[in-house]
């Protein structure tokens, strides 16, 4: 994309490596993907497909023995992979900030959480008192909806439900309104029906305060709910990307419409559901070639042997499949 | 929280009565017969008959008992045979020398023993945890009497830069006796001359002393540092932009603190048995001291007493480390019970 | 042997111990890794063994009696002759050194030998029977461990009279109550397992279910902690002798030996120093490699 103002992130050919006692884990190998200014884009896959480990790398916080072994990271034209730790630290949590999986756990259980919320805003003001921090992180308890604001900053996270505790997670995550937030499976710690009313209490607050919104899923509907674009990935690689419209209706990839076959269809609700055969690849060997190939019912000697580039198949949806490349699969 | 503290001062009682049962069974199997070494070796035997009426020998045991309880019920834990006075009064005097030293060591014990152990948890298998470990483990595997004897040597008696074993210059006078504390009663009574002297015999056995607790401070500050460290609450934190220094304080150490508690609590007890052969070392007339002489001696009165106010003391320090336990941890309620 | 539709095929008992067996190699050689990578550990097991190897081999190793008073040789130096000086009645230091190591280990391995069984029994009692038993045998332990040990152990030492034996057994006495609170987490765990319950329904009886079952599977647990002990059972026992309350003149004991030294300090410092010396190398050496035993089981290091 050859636009004039750089996208708000371009993570370019990313990889990442685990050592390990048993070896060198592949973890992530060449992954490249843009957000735009104002874009929600869904980043989905089986666990252990490496989604996670994507947004701990935009945030340069991978865990040991996880490195970043190659690749570049621009967040405003910025490379975050090269930027001393003290500008790191001005990145994270205010202008790029992730809410965590687990909220219950992901909150410090021995601090009252208005002052978790005080916090981040803290860090990033320094010309903020304690008191007009906790005022404002009471402000931004509010506007997540949690009732009695000012009683509830005085409480400790055990004493809050999975949802409030996930509230909190958001407004301490957005209270300094950054321009791009990483939501690591929101929902997925929570009981079904909380899960639609937090989406959409996070995605009003994203709309309200313009940000981009990176949307790690397994579960396709919730990213077809929230997202403008999505990216399918599989085994540390981008199989394939595009618009929500584009991927769901038209999957181009041989994996992304095994995935689609995994989900009740909401047309033909008696379509029996399939799974796809074999099992992920270790990623301390990963086959050579496309890392689908011994799974994938249409692969021919070609995907055992070449890496596929991101083939167009029209209008920015692109997929990683030979079947798009000229010479086919063969 | 009333009801808390209550079902912990009824079990509390309960392991006095047996700590109680405990000493007195402890009198009983003594072989050697005490009251020939208070009469001296070369008195006549009517006058060890007579001695043994007065002491209440004479009776069968469940009456000693039934005596013995009574006394402990009135505070009475008898006469010491070799200071002959009375037991209490006797460790009443010689606790607050004790009391000094050991909290000295544990101050050294808990700052260094947190500054070891987390430092070996954030640097987790560098030449820094190693180091780190390796000091703690010469720490808690020295002989304190040994350590002592050797830094006496170097600092006391070849390097001359620290005073002779003892709790304060015979050329000074105590100040008057408030706490029976000198570092504390000096400060009171504004004589520095004391403090400092005080505070420099005070160095050596609060050293030694210190030595000897840190190392279970340590490891269990490690340990618990490294979970901390691994949890999502601890990422959250760095996510926020906070810098790695805060995390692990702010963040880290707090969390860790809450088993690292109980731990020192532990240690406080461990403080008291190295104050036995610590104080013997530096001559530091304290409760130590006192309770090896009387072992020495057989000095029977002094032997329970002594022995039942160590454990006491350890027992109230444990319930006050419950406590603390819960203040740190707002995830316990005390009026739930402490499990 | 009918095989019950869904379930998999019985295995046969020589499988399954072949699969057991496996296992078993395959989690020591991750022990073996791991040990080895930490230099703690391999240094710790070096004192060790090398502590063993001068035990046992002490007549070899010693340049003289232990016990032979040479009056006119009292006090020396460092020399060819003594290698580590003769003490204040002339005897050879270095001997007594190399003799003393006996001492330390059988009183380190018969406080475990007594201490240790005592704690399983009382354990897997209060544990696996529950109730008033429990009640009962756990207040007791209660009791002992309110005591701070040494001081427990001293007061049995001075009521049992001093000696060697005395020591052991009120060392013991101060030892079991920790073992025993232990060996009882440890049953609780296993009688409430599935596996346990299953052999109940099986018809076994309770004696043979704590026998049988319980009390070897409290046994690991029991032995690593023990060794994980040696090296305070030894200083207890070294500080004991020197208070004069554990082994006696002219045992060369190492405790006792820097207790011997103490009058000579400023002008013979090696009469003292290098008995404590020994004493402190060989609790490291327990210590280091307690130290990485418990590195070694605990699981988080597994993963890396």
Redesign the interface.
């Known amino acids: 994309m050859a636009t004039a103002s750089p996208p708000l992130l371009a993570v370019e050919d990313l990889q990442i490596r685990f050592h390990?006692?048993r070896g060198v884990v592949h973890a992530l190998d060449g992954v490249s993907f843009e957000i735009a200014r104002g874009e929600s884009i869904g980043l989905v896959g089986e666990t252990g497909c490496g989604k996670s480990i994507t947004a701990r790398a935009i945030?340069r916080?991978v865990d040991p023995?996880g490195r970043i072994t190659a690749g570049s990271i621009r967040f405003e034209g910025t490379e975050l992979l090269t930027l001393d730790r003290r500008a790191m630290?001005?990145?994270?949590?205010?202008k790029i900030?992730?809410i965590?999986q687990?909220p219950k756990?992901?909150?410090?259980?021995?601090?009252r959480i208005g002052r978790q919320v005080a916090?981040?805003l803290l860090?990033?003001d320094r010309s903020l008192s304690h008191r007009q921090a906790e005022a404002k992180a009471r402000d931004m308890l509010g506007s997540v909806s949690i009732p009695d604001p000012a009683r509830m900053a005085q409480r400790?996270p055990?004493e809050l439900s999975g949802g409030m505790a996930q509230r909190v997670?958001i407004a301490?995550?957005l209270v300094t309104r950054p321009r791009l937030l990483i939501a690591d499976e929101p929902t997925s710690a929570l009981d079904v029906t909380i899960q639609a009313q937090i989406l959409d209490l996070m995605t009003d607050l994203i709309a309200e305060i313009g940000s981009s919104v990176l949307m790690i899923s397994h579960d396709l509907a919730v990213v077809a709910e929230t997202c403008d674009r999505v990216i399918v990935m599989y085994a540390g690689t981008v199989v394939e990307s595009g618009t929500v419209d584009a991927v769901l209706d038209e999957p181009s990839h041989p994996y992304t419409r095994g995935l689609l076959n995994t989900l009740p269809d909401q047309v033909d609700p008696d379509r029996p559901l399939q799974s796809i055969p074999g099992n992920v690849p270790s990623l301390l060997a990963p086959p050579v070639g496309c890392r689908f190939a011994p799974r994938c019912p249409e692969a021919g000697p070609r995907c055992r042997r070449e890496t596929p580039a991101a083939y167009d198949v029209g209008a920015g949806h692109v997929a990683a499949c030979f079947l798009h490349a000229d010479g086919g699969v063969a | 929280m009333a009801a808390y503290l209550i079902k912990r001062l009824g079990s509390l009682f309960f392991t006095i009565a047996g700590i109680a049962v405990v000493t007195f069974f402890l009198s009983m199997v003594i072989p050697l017969d005490p009251l020939a070494a208070i009469a001296g070796p070369q008195a006549p035997e009517e006058t060890v008959e007579r001695l043994r009426v007065v002491y209440g020998f004479d009776q069968p045991i469940h009456v000693q008992f039934y005596r013995y309880v009574e006394r402990l019920m009135h505070g009475d834990l008898g006469m010491s045979f070799q200071t002959n006075r009375p037991v209490l009064e006797d460790i009443l005097n010689f606790f607050p020398a004790t009391l000094e030293l050991a909290t000295i060591a544990m101050v050294i014990s808990v700052v260094f023993g947190l500054l070891l152990g987390v430092l070996s948890a954030v640097y987790k298998n560098s030449w820094i945890d190693h180091l780190s470990r390796v000091i703690s483990l010469v720490g808690v595997s020295m002989p304190v009497f040994w350590l002592g004897l050797l830094l006496l040597l170097v600092f006391y008696f070849k390097l001359g830069w620290l005073p002779e074993p003892g709790r304060l210059d015979i050329m000074l006078f105590e100040p008057p006796r408030v706490t029976g504390m000198l570092l504390v009663d000096s400060v009171i009574a504004g004589d520095w001359e004391v403090f400092w002297d005080a505070l420099k015999h005070a160095f050596l056995p609060a050293v030694v002393l210190g030595l000897y607790g840190l190392a279970g401070i340590a490891r269990i500050a490690r340990s618990s540092m490294l979970d901390v460290l691994t949890q999502e609450y601890i990422k959250t934190a760095r996510v926020k932009g906070l810098a790695e220094w805060l995390v692990i304080l702010r963040h880290g150490l707090r969390n860790a603190m809450v088993p690292t508690v109980t731990m020192i609590g532990l240690t406080y007890g461990s403080l008291l048995e190295g104050a036995v052969l610590t104080e013997t070392i530096f001559s530091w007339p304290g409760l130590g001291r006192y309770l090896t002489t009387a072992f020495l001696t057989l000095d029977l009165n002094a032997i329970v007493g002594g022995t039942m106010l160590v454990a006491l003391l350890y027992l109230i320090v444990n319930l006050l480390v419950d406590l603390l336990y819960a203040y740190l941890n707002p995830r316990i309620t005390l009026a739930s019970g402490n499990d | 042997m009918t095989d019950l539709p869904g379930t998999p095929a019985v295995l046969d008992r020589a499988e399954i111990r072949r699969l057991r067996r496996a296992a078993r190699y395959r989690s020591w050689g991750d022990s073996y890794t791991l040990w080895r990578r930490n230099p703690i550990t391999v240094a710790g097991t070096l004192i060790i063994v090398f502590l063993v190897l001068v035990a046992a081999a002490a007549p070899l190793l010693a340049t003289h009696d232990p016990y032979n008073q040479i009056l006119s040789d009292r006090l020396l130096p460092p020399s060819a002759e003594y290698w580590f000086g003769t003490d204040n009645l002339g005897r050879d230091i270095y001997s007594r050194i190399v003799y003393g190591s006996r001492l330390t280990i059988l009183i380190a391995v018969l406080v475990a030998l007594i201490s240790g069984p005592i704690g399983l029994l009382v354990g897997v009692l209060a544990g696996y029977v529950g109730g008033a038993t429990d009640e009962v045998l756990m207040r007791l332990s209660d009791i002992f461990l309110a005591f701070p040990k040494l001081i427990l152990a001293i007061a049995f030492a001075a009521a049992l009279g001093t000696g060697l034996e005395n020591m052991i057994i009120a060392i013991s006495v101060a030892n079991w109550p920790g073992y025993a609170r232990l060996v009882r987490a440890e049953t609780l765990a296993i009688r409430n397992s599935d596996y346990i319950q299953a052999i109940r329904v099986l018809g076994a009886s309770h004696a043979r279910i704590m026998l049988r079952h319980v009390t070897p599977m409290c046994f690991s647990t029991l032995i690593v902690r023990v060794s994980l002990d040696m090296g305070a059972i030894i200083l207890i026992a070294a500080g004991l002798g020197f208070l004069g309350l554990g082994a006696q003149p002219p045992a060369p004991e190492w405790g006792l030996m820097v207790s011997d030294g103490r009058n000579y300090l400023v002008d013979q410092w090696w009469v003292s120093t290098l008995p404590g010396m020994a004493i402190l190398i060989v609790v490291l050496g327990f210590n280091l490699l307690g130290d990485g035993i418990r590195d070694i089981l605990d699981p988080r290091q597994r993963q890396g």
């Open positions: 390990t006692l945030l916080l023995p630290r001005t990145i994270r949590g205010q900030s992730m965590m687990e756990v992901s909150l410090n259980p021995v601090m916090e981040t860090i990033h400790y055990h997670m301490m995550m």
